[in-house]
């Protein structure tokens, strides 16, 4: 009887283990995904291609950035027009993706942008850090819903 019972549990465990490690493993590629996303995103904008950039937002997505009141989509894209089409200056944002947690339709993205400006042969750099609540759309593509940024450099 002890020997069945222990045979069961065995079974059992190994089910679990079995359904805890595909579980893990089917949020690949939606990690990838979204890391993709992020980069793609960081390509367009130094494209200067705002369009293409905004994609990367849901329609109900709101922003939180330091110094600004929260914003929607409209807001938010008329924003990255206005400082894509300064061409008295470059722009060139990279992302340094540090986590991505994936559960279900949803996931979550802690990074650091790093934004290169160069301006009249001069370069200045600085550093965001920043938390999106990506969800994934009806299409299965992954877009961010709610982000919040805000700059690393002192106040002095």
């Known amino acids: ?19 805890c490690t595909t579980a893990i493993a089917d949020e690949a590629p939606d990690e990838a995904a979204i890391r993709a996303r992020l980069q793609a995103w960081a390509a367009a904008f130094n494209a200067r291609d705002a369009e293409v950039a905004c994609e990367l937002f849901a329609a109900d997505v709101i922003s939180t950035v330091r110094g600004a009141p929260d914003a929607g989509k409209a807001a938010i894209c008329q924003r990255l027009k206005r400082a894509l089409a300064q061409t008295d200056r470059t722009l060139t944002y990279t992302p340094d993706i ?59």
Request: charged share 25%; no cysteine; hydrophobic share 45%.
């Open 1 to 19: 009887m002890r020997g069945a019972w222990v045979g069961r549990l065995a079974v059992g465990l190994i089910a679990t283990g079995a359904v």
């Open 98 to 156: 540090e986590e991505v947690f994936v559960s279900g339709e949803q996931a979550v993205v802690r990074l650091i942008w790093t934004l290169k400006t160069t301006r009249d042969g001069t370069v200045a750099v600085s550093h965001e850090k920043g938390m999106d609540l990506f969800r994934r759309d009806r299409s299965g593509t992954w877009r961010i819903l709610r982000f919040i940024a805000f700059s690393t450099e002192n106040d002095d």
